[in-house]
């Protein structure tokens, strides 16, 4: 990233996004490296999906691409 400083959490902001009829709470995560893209959110089956993007914003097409996939995807090996 060629950047020496480090990268903090300065503010978070909780956005109800519509998938079909389901409500979804997405974490929307502001760091001090603005060209980072970073948003959280928790499945049903208690998985916390973070998603991070260099100088791309997310959209919320992604979660409705994202919720289907199996727990075992998302779990550190």
Do not use: H
Request: glycine share 6%.
């Amino acid at each position: 990233m060629e950047n020496d400083e480090e990268i903090t959490v300065v503010g978070t902001e909780d956005v109800p996004v519509m998938q079909g009829d389901n409500l979804l709470i997405v974490r929307r995560v502001k760091l001090s490296e603005g060209r980072i893209s970073c948003v959280q959110f928790d499945r049903s089956d208690n998985v916390l999906v973070t998603i991070a993007a260099w100088d791309r914003p997310i959209t919320d097409d992604l979660y409705a691409l994202l919720k289907p996939l199996p727990a075992e995807l998302f779990q550190q090996g």
